[in-house]
């Protein structure tokens, strides 16, 4: 049966733990798609894992190594617990998590008028053609590249500041702008399209991440914050939306408090969308929706796929899930992976919720790799530029609409 099918809970069998910052996105990357990419609220990294990660549209491999000259290991703690052997699978035991920028490279962050809006790194990207890797700090107004033996250099500097990002089939990039209250297209050309700004003529409230299915639908998360701008939330409740491929936007359930990160299974039979801090007793958690083949989520079929448990900083935020099925999400202390099926003939009772303690206790399955980072004190060198391939042509104030536009 594929993954995409099954309906059981996640069962958590890990995490890369910072206790001094959240884990706020995530990318596939490098030569095969098993370098995993995050972003931390002061910090970009990267992982060498056993298992690649979904096929994106657009996605091509890179003629890049998986590892780089340019990075030096992460100041941890390192500690691995490993109950189960599913870990083994996706994380190696002599695994590095490589640092690649910290401390002084993102001292301003959100520094100045915009640190209203984020003091973030999100909407991380690996692009295979370009050979790097692109994020946003919103803080600044910008989105950053990082090329191997290069280092950091700007790529758009205003980007209505945009938090998650992704390619669609056409490998024009998807952005969901928080101060532009919108999802927009960037396409190759530099042709700036708004591909959502209302739903049934009222104004979106602050998209936070965004993904795109094979068809070309689009979903987004929209949950609002004041931010201090003087805006006024005007949609009844937060919620995830979807862009149909003729351009109309249909509007998820309500439930959710601040809906954030989005993934689908590997045969996008299954769309998660994940909830920083939930509704009543639920709590933190991911929720699965079965989507047809028409590629409309099936409200009916809404369920409560893993529940987050722990005192340590962080919630569920940015969200990728490999080619085996494994969810790879933000959470208390760092990065959890989760994992949506047991091994074959495996009928132990599931964790319904995530807790290290109550898992340990009850002697169920459970792996926890534990990378304790602080941040690296150190003088940046300045950020370089991009060149013309790096401009935002047109201007973000450019702005027109082609609900039509082809591959959305």
């Not at 890990?14 to 490098?30: K, R």
């Not at 002084?104 to 209203?116: E, I, Q, T």
């Not at 796929?305 to 569920?316: H, K, L, M, Q, S």
């Not at 074959?344 to 980072?373: F, S, W």
């Amino acid at each position: 049966m594929a993954f995409g099918s099954q309906r059981a809970d996640g069962t958590h069998v890990g995490v890369v733990a910072h206790p001094a910052s959240s884990t706020t996105n995530l990318a596939f990357g490098g030569v095969d798609g098993r370098t995993l990419f995050f972003t931390t609220n002061v910090a970009v990294g990267y992982v060498v894992l056993a298992v690649a990660g979904a096929a994106l549209p657009g996605h091509r491999s890179g003629a890049r190594p998986s590892t780089w000259d340019d990075t030096r290991p992460l100041t941890v703690e390192r500690r691995v617990e490993r109950f189960d052997t599913r870990m083994d699978r996706i994380v190696a035991p002599d695994v590095a998590v490589e640092e690649l920028g910290s401390g002084g490279v993102f001292d301003d962050l959100g520094g100045g008028p915009h640190a209203k809006y984020a003091r973030s790194l999100e909407g991380t990207v690996w692009d295979a053609d370009a050979g790097h890797l692109f994020f946003s700090d919103i803080g600044n107004d910008r989105r950053l590249t990082w090329t191997p033996g290069n280092g950091f250099s700007v790529l758009h500097p205003h980007t209505n500041h945009t938090n998650g990002a992704t390619f669609d089939g056409d490998r024009a990039i998807l952005s969901a702008e928080h101060s532009g209250r919108r999802i927009s297209r960037l396409a190759g050309d530099g042709t700036y399209t708004v591909v959502a700004d209302r739903y049934d003529g009222t104004r979106l409230g602050r998209p936070n991440d965004v993904v795109v299915r094979s068809d070309g639908t689009i979903y987004f998360t929209c949950p609002w914050w004041d931010l201090g701008t003087g805006d006024t939330c005007e949609l009844p409740y937060p919620t995830f939306y979807r862009v149909r491929p003729d351009g109309s936007v249909w509007q998820g359930p309500p439930g959710y408090r601040v809906p954030n990160g989005l993934a689908f299974t590997p045969d996008e039979r299954v769309l998660y969308v994940n909830d920083s801090y939930g509704v009543g007793d639920v709590g933190p958690n991911i929720k699965a929706y079965d989507v047809p083949s028409d590629g409309a989520a099936d409200v009916a079929s809404e369920r409560v796929f893993f529940r987050f448990r722990g005192e340590a900083p962080g919630t569920p935020d940015g969200m990728k899930v490999d080619l085996e099925g494994n969810v790879y999400c933000g959470g208390p202390g760092g990065l959890w992976v989760i994992s949506g099926r047991r091994p074959r003939g495996d009928d132990r009772p599931r964790c319904d919720a995530g807790e290290q303690h109550r898992v340990r206790r009850a002697g169920l399955e459970d792996a926890v790799l534990r990378l304790l980072v602080r941040r690296v004190p150190h003088r940046a060198a300045g950020l370089r530029r991009a060149g013309p391939a790096g401009h935002h042509p047109g201007g973000l104030s450019a702005t027109r609409r082609e609900r039509g536009a082809r591959g959305l």
